[in-house]
């Protein structure tokens, strides 16, 4: 079985301002990463178009129409403190969600076993109708919902280990038990969600870490809190929302994670596949600022990917 790369080069024409952490070098260094000879099987392909249509999935026309007229012809418009478009933005928004939702089709294919998709702009932080924290529309529940439309899947599961925690996937999910919602995230920190108390229908997991822990909590949050819920949930597809700034190096939080709890944490998840859907599980970036630790991160995950 295979493991599948996704980019494009439109992810780079997504800018935001200097010295920005969200930036094109992000995808730089995750390609320098990943040219590596371990890396030679790997299944590389060029994203897909995406289709727009799949956006109304998750969020209503008049957001999404009003986040294509805000996209400049030139410079960059500024739709909060951190969130901007560039004029190739949208394209490269769409390429996002088109390669997200290939990734649906080769795992339900049977062909690929697992896909990592390396794109920009990131998805987590985007709400039903808010575009925010450097996130336009979110990529991880468009892909559960076109699983569920286009592929009949009845349960999705997304797994998110980015620092921060997914507010746009758990505001989008919140009332929506065919969707479980597991995050691992710093708090006290952006945005503010993801308190252990806010669990939506049932099929909302948080288990927020206190700033400067690491490998041992994040660990146990996983364990106890993010494995079971997979195990009473049965899902027929995972996806994971890719965040690395859970790296020590990382200049965003302080939650202090090496490459080797990427690729436990990610082998945990491919045996939760094994187990309840037939391998299918997706991995789509999201944080991550520290070039290096976003390299090694990757790296570690992709390698455990390729093992399945
Ligand atoms: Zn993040």
Not at 23 to 51: H, K, S, W, Y
Not at 53 to 61: F, N, R
Not at 72 to 90: F, H, N, Q, V, Y
Request: charged fraction near 20%; proline fraction near 6%; aromatic fraction near 8%.
């Amino acid at each position: 079985m295979t493991t599948r790369l996704y980019s494009h080069p439109i992810y780079l024409e997504h800018l935001t301002t200097p010295g920005h952490p969200e930036r094109p070098d992000r995808l730089r260094a995750i390609e320098r990463a990943l040219n590596d000879e371990p890396f030679e099987m790997l299944d590389r392909a060029e994203a897909p178009e995406g289709d727009e249509q799949t956006i109304l999935y998750v969020h209503p026309e008049k957001f999404v129409e009003n986040v294509r007229r805000q996209v400049p012809r030139e410079g960059l418009a500024t739709i909060d403190g951190d969130t901007m478009l560039s004029p190739k933005s949208w394209q490269a928004a769409v390429t996002a969600i088109g390669a997200a939702n290939a990734a649906v089709d080769d795992v339900f294919s049977g062909k690929i076993s697992n896909v990592f998709v390396a794109s920009r702009p990131p998805g987590h932080h985007a709400e039903k109708t808010a575009a925010m924290g450097f996130c336009l529309f979110n990529n991880a529940a468009i892909a559960a919902r076109y699983a569920q439309r286009k592929h009949g899947a009845e349960r999705v599961a997304i797994v998110d280990w980015d620092v921060h925690h997914g507010n746009g996937t758990q505001d989008i999910f919140w009332d929506d038990k065919s969707v479980l919602y597991c995050s691992t995230h710093q708090m006290p920190l952006f945005p503010g969600t993801g308190a252990k108390s806010e669990t939506g229908a049932g099929n909302i997991v948080n288990a927020p870490l206190a700033p400067n822990t690491g490998s041992e909590h994040f660990r146990e949050a996983m364990r106890s809190r993010v494995l079971p819920a997979l195990d009473r949930f049965a899902p027929d597809l995972i996806i994971i929302s890719a965040g690395f700034d859970a790296h020590h190096r990382d200049p965003l939080a302080e939650i202090n994670l090496t490459e080797d709890d990427f690729d436990w944490a990610t082998g945990q998840l491919m045996d939760s596949a094994a187990h309840h859907c037939g391998n299918r599980l997706i991995s789509l970036l999201e944080g991550g600022y520290d070039l290096h630790g976003l390299a090694f991160s990757v790296a570690a995950h992709v390698t455990r990917l390729m093992k399945g």
